[in-house]
């Protein structure tokens, strides 16, 4: 504590500016050099957070040197009379020849460079570390194996050729290409830690990167997951014993050759379909019942997955299975709506379509919720799903048109309205439209909005792709997708006999046979028709008395079979509105 870090200055006597080595940047401090001490009249400190993510060690020392002579002049009037920089001097002359940075820094200077920092307790903190600019990269390709990478905002991809067969690793998902890309030569550099390698990346972005890196100041404004791979790029360099060459390549040329080839193949391995559970969550989003059993793991260790997607934990809830189905066989009974997304403008209006069944959505993003587009949207539809028996919608004025009215009786459509002002009758397909929008902002690209109507659709349909293909539900203790239930023929199962009531009436029917039961609904056969009833006002008949009055098992429950085809028409609205 008695020690002084700033002592008064000595008149007549010049300023040398003493250059120090730290752990994080260099620094410096003006001092004069007196008859009985050193006398600190100044310390210099380089900007925490510079213009450049990554500035090399010569330029921070060239702009500590240009610093140092700045503030002299402001002091004193002029210039320094020498510069003490913690390195050899052949060295120097060798950072000297080549840094045109330092060059301009050093420029009419007439003073003396020197390598020994004076012996005061204030400045042997600079003699613990020092500064080097030794490189593991080699100017010339070297006698190694070729390791090549390459990255799309998925996941990135390491490949190399050995024993004549092709070898490939895989990173995390990542937020762009570039990322990826640097990603992959991070696991590429701790892979091959203890081999001389040749590393082939079709990246100028990171090339520059890896050769401007090792021992270079980062930025520490970058977010957390790219100062994550920038800090663990340049330690893997630091720490790396072996010589290793980087090259970079162009993508897609027809020329010949082993380096042509094998970016090739890194190119084809990255297009493959995912290999692994958190990869293929990664580019489709899928639900946890999807992922165990498209790969077979514990359906707790795919909600685990689920869990640490950064766009999927934020959101609440997955992707619903679909529930309260109103028609009994594929294509019976459609319902569609018009929900808008503002991202995908001027074709924010998508028009949904949801099989009331078997849950198969279909949407198509459309410049306005007129008669022509309400056409045009469920005849593509129609070419996905097939052509349906009913249809119901709400009464929006294209709904209500007349033109819509002679495209249905042309098509042979039935349609229905639903009650207005009552959202039960529409509750699947608004549903449907939280289920899509969810995903699409789940799927969000992450170069942002695409700006062309093929690229909106591209995204629309992998997305529709995760929910019609991949997400499974599971009924009568059988595992089924959107698309295999709508298409897929089944066996027609003796219906069992069940009793049921009204939510206004407390007395049991007779038994019924049961049309269908699924997550809180139920539908039974009737004289009139098929009736929906809530799952709690079920019950199965076990061959009791009749009558009914007479109390059923409240602790039986039937099956849940969900049998199609039993020919029984859809209600009307005044059942379907109830759930």
Known sequence: MRLHWVDRAILNVLLDVVIMADSVQPFAALIQSGPSKVHIIEWLYLHHTPKNTV?????????????????????????????????????????????????????????LVDCHIPADPCLQM??????????????????????????????????????????????????????????????????FSS??????????????????????????????????????????LSNRS????????????????????????????????????????????????????????????????????PQCSNQIGHPSPGVNPRGLEANQLWQMDVTHFSPFSPWKFIHVCIDTFSGFIWATPQRGEQV?????????TMSVMGKPHSLKTDKAPAYCAKTFAQFCETWNIHHLFGIPYNSQGQAIVERANRTLKTALIRQEKKAGVPASLSEKEGWLASVLFTLNHLNI???????????????????????????????????????????????GYAAVSTPQGACWVPARCVRLYHGMASGPKSKPDTAARPPTPDRPGCGVQPPQDSQAGKS
Not at 66 to 83: A, M
Not at 372 to 380: A, D, G, L, W
Not at 500 to 512: F, Q, R
Request: hydrophobic residues 40%; aromatic residues 8%; proline residues 7%.
């Open 242 to 309: 072996h010589p290793l060459f980087v090259v970079h390549i162009r993508s897609h040329q027809p020329f010949p050759g082993f380096l042509t080839d094998g970016n090739a193949k890194a190119d084809s391995l990255l297009r493959a379909l995912p290999v692994s559970p958190i990869e293929s969550h990664a580019f489709h989003h899928q639900n946890a019942k999807a992922l165990s059993c498209q790969f077979q793991i514990p359906l707790e260790a795919a909600r685990a997955i689920i869990q640490q997607c």
């Open 55 to 111: 500035t090399p060690l010569v330029d921070l020392l060239a702009q500590l040197i240009s610093k140092g002579r700045r503030r002299c002049k402001i002091l004193f009037g002029i210039d320094c009379r020498q510069i003490i920089e913690p390195m050899p001097l052949e060295q120097w002359e060798t950072v000297l020849s080549t840094s045109m940075d330092l060059q301009c820094a050093l420029a009419d200077f007439v003073g």
């Open 195 to 236: 081999q001389p390698i040749n590393l082939v990346v079709d990246s100028l972005y990171v090339a520059n990167v890896i050769t401007r890196l090792q021992g270079s100041y980062v930025s520490p404004l970058l977010d957390d997951n790219l100062l994550s791979l920038f800090l663990s790029l340049q330690l893997l």
């Open 126 to 191: 600079g003699k613990q570390f020092s500064l080097s600019f030794s490189s593991i990269l080699s100017p010339v390709p070297l006698d190694a194996p070729t390791v090549f990478t390459d990255g799309a905002p998925s996941r990135g991809v390491v490949a190399w050729q050995q024993n004549e067969e092709w070898h490939s690793l895989y990173t995390l998902p990542q937020k762009s290409a570039q990322r990826s890309e640097l990603a992959a030569a991070v696991k590429a550099l701790h892979h």
């Open 473 to 519: 539900s599971i009924q009568d203790h059988q595992s089924y997708t959107r698309l295999q239930k709508h298409f897929q023929q089944r066996e027609i199962l003796p219906a069992p006999l069940v009793r049921y009531k009204m939510l206004s009436s407390t007395e049991w029917s007779e038994p019924v046979k049961l049309i269908t039961w699924g997550k």
């Open 372 to 380: 022509k587009h309400v056409c045009n949207h469920h005849v593509r």
